[in-house]
């Protein structure tokens, strides 16, 4: 089992930037691929971000060029970097890894983008 913790969400003005962190406690040691989707209301959750365990990253195109993803494997630790927010970014940002044999999803963080 993996338990996940999100944490850095929050309100920012339009075009500012947040950090998301994730803590992850349990059996780490089977931790493979780490990632970031997000849920807006009414709409379907979406992957924005993932990190492979050597760093190997992919974003979806929302993500390209504003968002990095990172990771500290000794930490077990992932970060989002979101700059240049926009209107179409508040959502609930969601945590979510892999292991081997299982996925595991965080409880969410909410940013909020508003002026």
Sequence with gaps: QVQLVESGGGLVQPGGSLRLSCAASGSTFSINTMGWYRQAPGKQ???VATISRGGVTYYADSAKGRFTISRENAKNKVYLQMNSLKPEDPAFYFC???TPLDAYWGQGTQVTVSS
Excluded: S
């Design 45 to 47: 959750r979406e992957l």
């Design 96 to 98: 979510h890894i892999w």
